[in-house]
């Protein structure tokens, strides 16, 4: 039995559930001006993934790179959802 994809399918559950809390926190404190930290993160992560020889630990690290890219995009979308009263307004948000 292979058990690969489904490590990584868990994994990637994980992560992606790690990476929501996270960008709400992000957007609440910070705003969206802390983007770059996931572009670094994301660059990072996709590096370190390029180095490890093993497959399935640098598809996890894979994952993370792009959830890291992704939660960008999510930054924006939290901002938004903000705007519109659904979330509350964090000190990172300038009057």
Do not use: D
Not at 3 to 29: D, N, R
Not at 54 to 78: D, M, Y
């Amino acid at each position: 039995m292979n058990f690969t994809g489904i490590i990584v399918g868990l994994a990637t559950f994980l992560i992606i559930g790690v990476f929501h809390p996270i960008v709400i926190k992000a957007e609440y404190y910070l705003g969206t001006k802390c983007w770059w930290m996931f572009l670094l993160a994301g660059i990072i992560f996709g590096a370190v993934s390029l180095l490890v020889s093993n497959l399935i630990i640098s598809t996890i690290l894979g994952v993370t790179a792009f959830s890291s890219f992704w939660s960008i995009l999510e930054l924006i979308h939290q901002k938004e959802r903000v705007r519109k009263g659904w979330f509350p307004e964090g000190p990172g948000h300038k009057r």
